[in-house]
Nanobody, 119 residues
Framework: QVQLVESGGGLVQAGGSLRLSCAAS????????MGWYRQAPGKQREFVAG???????NYADSVKGRFTISRDNAENTVYLHMNSLKLEDTAVYYC?????????????WGRGTQVTVSS
């Protein structure tokens, strides 16, 4: 069984920084893309950032220049460094990964971690 466990959320003032972590564990053969999504109250879940196994990154326009995604392949962990946080960054942040179990890729999601940005 594969699990994704997020950590690092919390309350921060506007302009501040936070780092989210997401560790994958279980019967993992390999991990393809890892990434972060977020869902604000009353809104749909949206893509935030992604990173391939080779380190190619992709960001939503709303976070470009402020957020940085990185991963540690040896630890099966992905990070999201969030700087210059804005009120509109408040959301539950979900980790996502495409993980190969035996020979089949599956989508996995974490349970989410709350990020609240205050004025």
């Amino acid at each position: 069984q594969v699990q994704l466990v997020e950590s690092g959320g919390g309350l921060v003032q506007a302009g501040g920084s936070l780092r989210l972590s997401c560790a994958a564990s279980g019967s993992i053969f390999s991990i393809n893309t890892m990434g972060w999504y977020r869902q604000a109250p009353g809104k749909q879940r949206e893509f935030v950032a992604g990173i391939t196994g080779g380190g190619v990154t992709n960001y939503a326009d709303s976070v470009k220049g402020r957020f940085t995604i990185s991963r540690d392949n040896a630890e099966n962990t992905v990070y999201l460094h969030m700087n210059s946080l804005k009120l509109e960054d408040t959301a539950v942040y979900y980790c996502h990964a495409i993980i190969v179990v035996l020979t089949t890729p599956y989508n996995y999601w974490g349970r989410g971690t709350q990020v609240t940005v205050s004025s």
